[in-house]
C-alpha cells in the first residue's frame, strides 16, 4: 500500500535551520503537505506543493519536491522556540484533498 | 469563520458504549474527512464525504459508521466502544476544487475507552 515515511526526532540550536524530511510511495500524489502540530492540540496546515512544482517558498518555510525520487523536505530557516512541535508530512491519495496518507511525524526539538 | 469545529473535546466511555463525535464546519467545504491518530502511527483515515449524502469507507472503518445529511455537519458514530478506540480522532474539510486543495482540520477529540 501507500506509505509515507519520515524520520522521528530532529533537534537544533535557536537560529540555526531546521530540515525536515520526507519519503512517499503514491506517484499519483497531486498534493503534498506539511502540518505542524503543538502538543495536545489539532493540525495546523503550514503549507502545501502541487506535485508539478520543484519549490515553494513561504516566508521562513521552503518547501523542495524531488519527484523523481519522491523526496519531499520542508526548511524552516531562523529556527525559534516557538518552531518546536510535531511536524507531519502528507500526500494526496489519488489527488483526493479528502484521503491524505500521513507520515508517522518528526519531533522537532529546538534548544536555546 | 470558525473554521472546523468538533465536540467533545475529551471523552471518557466504558466498553460496549455508544457515542456521536460531531464535527461541524463553516467553510461550505464539499470534502470532509474523519482520521484517527494513534501513538507513532500518524493519522488514518477512517471515513470520508465527497458531498451530502455520499460518504465512502477510508483505512481502518471497522467500528464506526459516518453520515452526510448537510454540507456542513459530519457526526462520526462508535457502535459499540472497544480499548483499541481510544485514540485522538480529527475531522478534515476541502474544498474539491483543484486549485483550493487546502485541508483544514480540527481540534481533535481525546476518546478514552475503559
Not at chain 1, 7 to 23: A, K, P, Q, W, Y
Not at chain 1, 37 to 57: C, H, R, V, W
Amino acid at each position: 500500500g501507500e506509505d509515507v515515511e519520515q524520520s522521528l526526532f530532529l533537534s537544533v540550536r535557536e537560529g540555526d535551520s531546521s530540515v525536515i524530511n520526507c519519503t512517499y510511495t503514491d506517484s499519483s500524489s497531486t498534493y503534498l503537505y506539511w502540518y505542524k502540530q503543538e502538543p495536545g492540540a489539532g493540525l495546523q496546515l503550514l503549507t502545501y506543493i502541487f506535485s508539478n512544482m520543484d519549490m515553494k517558498q513561504d516566508q521562513r518555510l521552503t518547501v523542495l519536491l524531488n519527484k523523481k525520487d519522491k523526496h519531499l523536505s520542508l526548511r524552516i530557516a531562523d529556527t525559534q522556540t516557538g518552531d518546536s512541535a510535531i511536524y507531519f508530512c502528507a500526500e494526496t491519495y489519488g489527488g483526493a484533498t479528502n484521503k491524505l496518507i500521513f507520515g508517522t511525524g518528526t519531533l522537532l526539538a529546538v534548544q536555546p | 469563520n470558525a473554521g472546523v469545529t468538533q465536540t467533545p473535546k475529551f471523552q471518557v466511555l466504558k466498553t460496549g458504549q455508544s457515542m456521536t463525535l460531531q464535527c461541524a464546519q463553516d467553510m461550505n467545504h464539499e470534502y470532509m474527512s474523519w482520521y484517527r491518530q494513534d501513538p507513532g502511527m500518524g493519522l488514518r483515515l477512517i471515513h470520508y464525504s465527497v458531498g451530502a449524502g455520499i460518504t465512502d469507507q477510508g483505512e481502518v472503518p471497522n467500528g464506526y459508521n459516518v453520515s452526510r445529511s448537510t454540507t456542513e455537519d459530519f457526526p462520526l458514530r462508535l457502535l459499540s466502544a472497544a480499548p483499541s478506540q481510544t485514540s485522538v480522532y480529527f475531522c478534515a474539510s476541502s474544498y474539491s476544487e483543484y486549485d483550493s486543495p487546502e485541508a483544514f482540520f480540527g481540534q481533535g477529540t481525546r476518546l478514552t475507552v475503559v
